[in-house]
T-cell receptor, first 115, second 113 residues
Framework: GESVGLHLPTLSVQEGDNSIINCAYSNSASDYFIWYKQESGKGPQFIID?????DKRQGQRVTVLLNKTVKHLSLQIAATQPGDSAVYFCAERTDSGGGADGLTFGKGTHLIIQP | DAGVTQSPTHLIKTRGQQVTLRCSPK?????VSWYQQALGQGPQFIFQYYEEEERQRGNFPDRFSGHQFPNYSSELNVNALWLGDSALYLC????????????FGSGTRLTVV
């Protein structure tokens, strides 16, 4: 099965509202987490990341929260705009000790912005 | 400063054929990873190359192979194509010592008929 998963395949929000996208992960050894945005026909675009020794990290209009106790990750987008419409993926990295760092992605949440 | 570039952008192949996809990493990056993204799914890690060697591999058969060149560019080869190999193939580059800062290309859309 997948190491990283998302709770909702689709999330619909009103323009201007805040969006919260959730992600559950299963590998407690993962040390680094990333949120990506993917628009149609494009590759994943980095949004924000967080290391396992942190609980919260803020960027411009985005905040990532990490709860290691329940292995839960969330992405909060403030004042959602039409340009935020995309599929959002969380990804985790597990350092195997050999230095290699392939990412494990979840299935994604499609964020739809309603006017 | 160019990001990650992949070629070709689209490709149609017949079942049983072989295909080669190419990736040029972002300037300053020395590590290349390949991912397969089926329609409606998240990307799946295929393998990663650093110093011209495969360093880590995901759950993909030996039909999937790769190469990294001295200039850090990379190729992904898939032999004996199946219909199920139809997907978007993504290349991501990073700087080894940094351990983060992955940059993805726009991908190659492979259709096997």
């Amino acid at each position: 099965g997948e190491s990283v998963g998302l709770h909702l395949p689709t999330l619909s929000v009103q323009e201007g509202d805040n969006s919260i996208i959730n992600c559950a992960y299963s590998n407690s050894a993962s040390d680094y987490f990333i949120w990506y945005k993917q628009e149609s026909g494009k590759g994943p675009q980095f949004i924000i990341d967080i290391r396992s020794n942190m609980d919260k990290r803020q960027g411009q209009r985005v905040t990532v929260l990490l709860n290691k106790t329940v292995k839960h990750l969330s992405l909060q987008i403030a004042a959602t705009q039409p340009g935020d419409s995309a599929v959002y993926f969380c990804a985790e990295r597990t350092d195997s000790g050999g230095g290699a760092d392939g990412l494990t992605f979840g299935k994604g949440t499609h964020l739809i912005i309603q006017p | 400063d160019a990001g990650v570039t992949q070629s070709p952008t689209h490709l149609i192949k017949t079942r049983g054929q072989q295909v080669t996809l190419r990736c040029s990493p972002k300037s300053g990056h020395d590590t290349v990873s390949w991912y397969q993204q089926a329609l409606g799914q998240g990307p799946q890690f295929i393998f990663q190359y650093y110093e011209e060697e495969e360093r880590q591999r995901g759950n993909f058969p030996d039909r999937f192979s790769g190469h990294q060149f001295p200039n850090y560019s990379s190729e992904l080869n898939v032999n004996a194509l199946w219909l199920g190999d139809s997907a978007l193939y993504l290349c991501a580059s990073s700087f080894r010592s940094g351990g983060s800062g992955y940059t993805f290309g726009s991908g190659t859309r492979l259709t096997v008929v």
